[in-house]
């Protein structure tokens, strides 16, 4: 069973959105600061939310000071899962990491602590999405392709591309999907499931398109990337390094 602890976001400024004047100039002078949002009470919702929150880009979570009911949460993980822009919060990377963990396989019963979804629900929402799901997989899966690109010694195109599909849609997936490289106990556990059918996802590996980085900015974020992904692959330089 996995074993995931929730993120501690630090010192917490409880606001709405759009954020007041006053808590932004007080996180720009203390970076040590973090904002909760309550999502129920603010003016924007749903996707421009998301949109305003990407374009701000200050570090954020939500709370929700009235329950949502599981078409609301769908619908709002759904938006997260596909919108074209890098939001970082972290009830949607961990609601997002808790589908594709169950969608490859993995014991996820009691495994996160206050769950944006039920085990029950976590299956509806698959089944419901389960084309955005599988693509988040696909591209998860994939992203050891890219682990191989980093090492100077195996980034040659023919080798990387040969017999592999290439996906030039800048959109297949939601660009937050990077998030999930920063969460502690992904790395430990997506990558132990046997992976599936592989492809090359040209503008994801190549270009700077998640809020200006490229995606080596996002693995880098956590040591030992590279011999995660390649034991995933089997390959001899991961275990013999």
Known sequence: MLNIDTPDLGNIINC???????NLRKYFENKDLSFHIDYSCSKLQ?????????????????TFSKALDFEKRSSLLYEYMTLPAVVNLPVFNLAASSIVFRYKGY??????????????????????NTSTVSRWVTFLDSCTIYAQKCLPELNDEKFLTDGIEIVTNREYVGYSIVNLFSLDFFFHNYYQKPLGTLYYFKPQFEEYMFHGKNLFYYYATKHNFLLSM????????????
């Open 230 to 241: 390649l034991k995933a692959l089997g390959k001899d330089y991961a275990d013999a390094h």
């Open 46 to 62: 749903d996707k421009k939310l998301l949109v305003y929150l990407s374009n701000l880009d200050v570090p954020a979570d939500l």
């Open 16 to 22: 709405v959105v759009p954020i007041e004047i006053e």
């Open 107 to 128: 014991d996820i019963e009691n495994a996160y602590p206050n769950p944006y979804f039920s085990l029950s629900e976590v299956d509806l929402y698959i089944r419901q």
